[in-house]
């Protein structure tokens, strides 16, 4: 069974950084990323970064200049590197991708902002 594994959560102070992870599993899938969520208690979920039809990354406004997606082909690993975090960042991060039509999501990793 093919998934998605995400780590590097955890309890951050504001304006610290994390750097959440998101694999395939096993290794010899190979997963179109699509972008990062995340979801807040009490809202919805709501996108962070996500990839565009252009090949390019759109960053949610709220998280612009201080979150970045990066990728490792070698280790068949997407990452989403925070910075200058805030507690509104205070959120469950979900990384999902496509295997043809069908989507595949993380099971999700806690950041928690605060003092």
């Known amino acids: 069974q093919v998934q998605l594994v995400q780590s590097g959560g955890g309890l951050v102070q504001p304006g610290g950084s994390l750097r959440l992870s998101c694999v395939v599993s096993?290794?010899?899938?190979?997963?179109?990323?699509m972008g990062w969520y995340r979801q807040a208690p009490g809202k919805e979920r709501e996108y962070v970064a996500m990839r565009t039809s252009g090949g390019s990354t759109k960053y949610a406004e709220s998280v612009k200049g201080r979150f970045t997606i990066s990728r490792d082909n070698t280790k068949n690993t997407v990452y989403l590197q925070m910075n200058s975090l805030k507690p509104e960042d205070t959120a469950v991060y979900y990384c999902?991708?496509?295997?043809?039509?069908?989507?595949?999501w993380g099971q999700g990793t806690q950041v928690t902002v605060s003092s």
């Open positions: 096993p290794s010899i899938f190979s997963i179109n990323f």
């Open positions: 999902t991708g496509k295997i043809g039509a069908n989507s595949l």
